[in-house]
């Protein structure tokens, strides 16, 4: 079996996992951060689009679309970049 069609996102797809918990502990410090930000647990000074509701929801937003459609894509491309080497 040879390797699977080289598609032009497999360098990102293997940056990706490579990096994936890295990825996840700045998306989980990105949302703690906002949501610490907009209860007002931490006080920092008005910042447009920093230190707004727009940082909250772009956060929940970033981890919802990582969490729910691009890791899962990753790693099943990842699987059959890995299959297609073990194939030969």
Excluded: H
């Excluded at 994936?20 to 647990?41: D, K, M, N, Q, T």
């Excluded at 931490?42 to 230190?51: E, H, N, R």
Aim: glycine content about 6%.
């Amino acid at each position: 079996m040879s390797d699977p069609a080289p598609r032009p996102l497999d360098p990102l797809v293997r940056f990706a996992v490579r990096q994936e918990r890295a990825i996840e502990i700045v998306g989980g410090i990105w949302f703690a951060l906002s949501c610490a930000v907009y209860a007002r647990f931490i006080d920092l000074p008005d910042i447009p689009f920093i230190t707004d509701e727009l940082a909250l929801y772009a956060s929940a937003a970033a981890n919802g679309v990582w969490w729910g459609f691009v890791r899962p894509a990753f790693q099943k491309r990842q699987a059959e970049l890995l299959q297609g080497r073990a194939g030969d």
